[in-house]
């Protein structure tokens, strides 16, 4: 953007996979966040957007695929920049509402830190796992999603000199609750050629009634397998940062929250940017 450019910040809110299922999902305060842009020289509008790449089953569990020891994964996640913003998607069962201006040298600076998080932050996580739902309990393993890119770009706007508004700003967040986690091994050490068979099976078990394409009787099995494995056997195997490890499911196991999390507060040593 030219440096001398006013450009209007939005919050951009609306239901997952509002394509498919309309406000379904947004009835349960599943949402995703997003971030627009408005140019006051061209009059241009700008959507960003951080997306898992192949859907948000696939980044939250495997394919098993017959000719591969290994369950493939396709949980890539990253910053999605593309002109114009769907007013109709937005507003209709979610959020369009203006954040903040700022100016073309702010979101010059903002585009360059974008590039860098595109390039650190590869992968996408939908677990956030906390040992209970109490305030202050220990964390485990945050999410690394949607709403979590909007606020790492919230903050960094912040730091580069943006005011934002005092409006409220909720996101979806979802918990597994589980004691210590336990290390297991990378993808190597656990299904290569000198990995453990036993805990291999187990985790290819465990993610099996996951599988997409089922029939209406195979996936009303695969629900109580996954109850069954949760719920009553309390086991959880997690992949992360291409990792796995064994959590210890603990009540109330599974919850979805629609929390609070203000704006950030403005920097004022860099506000002349």
């Not at 603990?250 to 609070?260: A, D, M, N, Q």
Request: proline fraction near 5%; charge should be neutral; aromatic fraction near 18%.
């Amino acid at each position: 953007m030219k440096g001398d450019d006013v450009i209007e910040v939005f919050r951009l809110q609306a239901p997952v996979w509002e394509f498919k299922y309309g406000n379904l999902l947004g009835h349960l305060k599943i949402m995703h966040d997003a971030i627009g842009f408005k140019s006051t020289l061209t009059g241009k509008n700008y959507t960003m957007e951080w997306y898992e790449l192949f859907q948000l089953g696939n980044c939250t569990f495997p394919h098993l695929r017959p000719e591969m020891n290994a369950p493939f994964w396709c949980n890539q996640g990253a910053a999605c920049f593309f002109e114009g913003i769907d007013d109709r998607h937005w507003r209709e069962n979610g959020t369009l509402v203006l954040v903040a201006t700022i100016s073309g040298n702010t979101f010059n600076e903002m585009a360059k830190w974008v590039k860098r998080d595109n390039e650190t932050g590869i992968y996408y996580e939908t677990w956030t796992v906390q040992a209970s739902p109490e305030r202050g309990a220990e964390t485990w393993f945050e999410s690394y999603d949607c709403s979590k890119f909007v606020l790492r770009t919230y903050k960094k706007l912040a730091e580069l000199g943006a005011e934002f508004k005092k409006i409220e700003t909720n996101y979806t967040r979802i918990f597994l609750y589980s004691g210590e986690p336990t290390y297991l091994g990378n993808e190597t050490s656990v299904f290569g050629p000198t990995g453990n068979k036993t805990l291999a099976l187990a985790i290819k078990k465990f993610y099996y009634p996951f599988k997409p394409h089922w029939s209406t009787k195979e996936f009303l099995f695969s629900i109580l397998q996954i109850f069954d494995a949760v719920i009553i056997h309390r086991e959880f195997y997690l992949f992360y940062n291409f990792e796995y490890w064994f959590l210890p499911m603990k009540f109330p196991f599974i919850k979805i929250t629609y929390e609070e999390i203000p704006l950030p507060n403005r920097n004022k040593t860099l506000s002349g940017l």
